[in-house]
């Protein structure tokens, strides 16, 4: 039992470092880089307090440099699936029952961790394993995982200070039980900041968790196991396993103690894990709980009063930051006639600008590689069909190269017709499609952005017109979970903005907020009566 009741420190947004020429960041991330591609890192599967390798294991590679090869991951065998989950039920009954604050002393002591000592290595590792610039790294793997840390310590001491009314003679209050069972947290390659958040958001709550982090994070995935141990987290409490997602999945689902899902990927996985829970709905101890964030094919829509070099910006930035890798990235947009021209030959500019997409080791660019072959090879399949199809054109980049390493380059469509494929499409990469509409068209266009995606993660208005403004956001309502005005649909902040969509874009639980948190716990009311009533006779029974 607590002996206080204890105020965590106040939360802050972790400042964001400059990687300029000559700062002491920039040489320290580049010196560790370097450290990491000329040795080799072996990942175990991380049971318990065990580090399992299993004799099996796949090679882990650069994607900008897909021949060189950086280290290796053991994969799993379906019985370390199930000592997987049979140590984490194991430890949690001592890590449910431990003190709230010491569980928030551990996650606190992590983003400090991350902040200081860790910077450079959870930096260098997400620029090599995923192929992020300096500044797409420092934004996510450092600061924004530091600030998941921090703000759901804020949050969830917040939820537990929640209580309810009482009455006279009467005590009530609630307890917020971690779920009973195991969560099991699936993470992407894109965010290394995900791919931390969704196992450690379910273990702040009380909970155990079984995590299988994406082939192409593993790396990154490592440097987030040494700062969770270094910050003392128990071992069982967060289990990482690697291997083949289906095995490892229907092992976890056919288990009776499943209590939770954390998924962040692709909307046709997430459909068939829901599906394949509610197939197993008569298996489980409870009804597990299902959060998820999947897919988005966002938007950019200018007003004619919009200015044109605001709109180019928001694009480049929108689409092209991290090869387009974002659920949220910019990938249709919607110019008005009068100024698209204007406004193309910006974003040609900046294209142009660019140099070849490259290694993030070179700080000069921009654009990197995406994440892996699949990727690259879909990626040239919509480019080059865009070249032969009659209505549309590529009026920016085009061109692509997996000799070396998978390189995109950044790419606009421009299409006559606003259903056109990539209009539609979840492409994940560095290509953004053009529709320009005739200026009295707003409204028309509107109901068209709104009724054209299957999507709903993120989007953004573009206009001077405050009347416009207020048209759209009422229209645009349910088109996205984070909608933005007069800004890039990119780029939320844990604390400021709280992420997530709806439609095909997932269960709109909002990571980086307290309503997140409260999917991983089971609340439990407890009534207690100090004068205990001995007769049954109510007053109007006389």
């Known amino acids: 039992m607590g002996k206080g009741f204890f105020q965590v420190p106040t939360a802050f947004n972790e400042p964001v470092k400059s990687y300029a020429p000559g700062t002491p960041e920039r040489e320290s991330v580049l010196q560790q880089y370097k450290d990491y591609y000329s040795s080799q890192v072996e990942v175990p599967l991380y049971i318990g307090s065990e580090e399992i390798k299993t004799g099996n294991s796949k090679p882990m590679s650069p994607p900008h440099e897909h021949q060189h090869v950086v280290g290796h991951y053991h994969v799993a ?27 928030a002393a551990i996650f606190l002591k992590a983003a400090e961790l991350i902040a200081g000592p860790y910077r450079a290595k959870i930096n260098s590792a997400t620029m090599m394993a995923q192929s992020k610039t300096i500044h797409q790294a420092e934004i996510d793997a450092a600061c924004e995982l530091i600030d998941f840390l921090r703000f759901n310590v804020e949050y969830m001491s917040q939820i537990y200070a929640e209580q309810p009314d009482s009455s006279d003679g009467i005590w009530n209050r609630v307890e917020y039980r971690p779920l009973e069972g195991f969560v099991y947290a699936i993470t992407p390659f894109n965010f290394t900041a995900i791919s931390g958040n969704l196992p450690a958001s379910a273990a702040m709550m009380g909970n155990v968790v079984l995590w299988k982090p994406s082939d192409s994070q593993v790396y990154s995935a490592k440097v987030i196991m040494d700062v969770f141990q270094e910050a003392g987290l128990p071992g069982g409490v967060i289990n990482m396993v690697m291997g083949d997602p289906v095995m490892i999945t229907e092992t976890v689902l056919a288990s009776p103690d499943f209590s939770g899902l954390h998924f962040t990927g692709s909307t046709f996985v997430f459909k068939e894990l829901w599906k394949q829970i509610g197939t197993n709905i008569h298996t489980y101890k409870t009804y597990p709980r299902i959060v998820g964030e999947t897919g988005g094919k966002d938007f950019i829509v200018a007003h004619p009063s919009a200015k044109p070099q605001q709109v180019a910006t928001a694009i480049t930035r929108g689409g092209f930051e991290f090869q387009g890798q974002k659920c949220s990235a910019a990938s249709r947009v919607y110019l008005p006639k009068s100024t698209a021209d204007e406004t193309l030959e910006l974003v040609k500019k900046d294209i142009a600008s660019f140099n070849k997409p490259g290694s993030p080791e070179d700080m000069s660019n921009f654009v990197t590689a995406v994440i892996h072959e699949g990727s690259f ?37 421009l299409t006559t017709d606003p259903k056109y494929t990539t209009m539609e499409t979840e492409l994940f990469g560095p290509v953004v499609t053009v529709y320009v509409y005739e200026d009295n068209k707003w409204e028309e266009t509107l109901q068209l952005v709104d009724s054209t995606s299957e999507y709903a993660l993120t989007g953004a208005v573009m206009s001077q017109d405050r009347y416009a403004i207020e048209q759209a956001t009422h229209v645009l309502q349910n088109a996205a979970g984070n909608f933005y005005i007069n800004d890039k649909p990119t780029g939320a902040v844990v604390g400021q903005q709280p992420f997530g969509g709806a439609r095909a874009s997932g269960t709109n639980d909002k990571a980086g907020s307290a309503q997140n948190l409260l999917r991983w716990v089971s609340p439990r009311l407890i009534k207690e009566t100090f004068v205990t009533p001995e007769d049954y006779r109510y007053p109007f029974l006389g």
């Open 377 to 413: 090879d879909k990626l040239a399949k919509y480019i080059d069909q865009a070249k032969t199809d009659t209505n549309a054109e590529i009026i920016a980049g085009g061109g692509y190269d997996k000799s070396v390493g998978y390189f995109i380059e950044p790419t606009v469509i």
């Open 77 to 103: 065998e379906k019985k370390h699936v199930e000592d997987a989950i049979a140590n984490g039920l194991e430890s949690r009954a001592k890590w449910a029952n431990l003190k709230w604050e010491q569980r």
